[in-house]
């Protein structure tokens, strides 16, 4: 249970999160750890279940796109097939015979100033609006960040870590899995 918000930028992203991680009990943490983390020069942020977000963060090196690389191939065809052989080998993938490869995680990945969110199938798409929220206050941030962004003709990463700030702030208010403080992480196109 999470609050994730993302804002893609022209040349840079900022992704921010709260500090809260809860469980079907009702039970809670602050936690000393973030939810976003930097591997390898990559921005990794996890909501769902913590086990996908500690593997990521202490389990592996990311790999890292080479300045001629196109990002989407890179992502499709080298940073998504090795998440998914580390899940594997840490016993996290949850793949039966004949069901799509699974876990029961969600990422914003930032590379290179470009957001990337990985879904629970290992697939990822990106939205022509540049707003993306994950977790339990995901429809709250992104209701908040809908408002803010409607009363701006421009964007730069300052306001949008201010907006982010805001829009988890708001969803602390209303969802019981969320709390601050808010972290944001911002990335330039390198």
Request: charged letters at 25%; aromatic letters at 8%; proline letters at 3%.
């Amino acid at each position: 249970m999470t609050t994730l918000v993302a804002i893609q930028g022209n040349g840079w992203a900022a992704v921010g999160c709260d500090s809260r991680s809860s469980g079907d009990d009702g039970r809670f943490m602050e936690l000393a750890t973030h939810k976003i983390i930097e591997n390898n020069g990559i921005l990794i942020a996890g909501s769902g279940a913590s086990r996908g977000s500690n593997i990521l963060q202490f389990g592996w090196k990311a790999p890292k796109p080479r300045a001629t690389d196109d990002l989407d191939v890179f992502m499709t065809q080298t940073f998504i097939p090795a998440m998914r052989k580390l899940f594997i080998d840490s016993g996290y993938d949850m793949k039966e015979d004949g069901d799509a490869a699974a876990h029961d995680s969600q990422f914003l990945v930032v590379v290179r100033g470009v957001i990337y969110p990985i879904f629970e199938d290992y697939s990822w798409d990106r939205d022509v609006r540049g707003i993306y929220c994950s977790g339990s206050g995901a429809d709250i941030a992104l209701g908040a960040i809908e408002a803010f962004a409607n009363s701006r003709k421009q964007t730069t990463p300052k306001v949008a870590e201010l907006d982010i700030r805001m829009a988890i702030k708001i969803a602390s208010r209303w969802d019981i899995h969320t709390a601050e403080p808010v972290i944001v992480k911002v990335q330039h196109a390198k």
